[in-house]
């Protein structure tokens, strides 16, 4: 896409990948029921965003990062 770093971090949000080839590789969200306890690998803690905070998923980056 040749994109700069600040077009993507701009820009990409407002995007959706679902029909691209990034579409199938990104994780599928789950269906979480509200519990009153939190769940042991931190899925579903977070209601609107079920799999922020789960153990052992990778992070997947579009852009490489930037450090300092």
Known sequence: FNLTREQGTFALPSFSIL???????????SFCQPHKYRSTDGSCNNIQHELWGRASTA????LPPKYG
């Open 59 to 62: 992070l997947q980056r579009i």
């Open 19 to 29: 029909d691209t080839v990034l579409g199938d590789t990104c994780p599928r969200t």
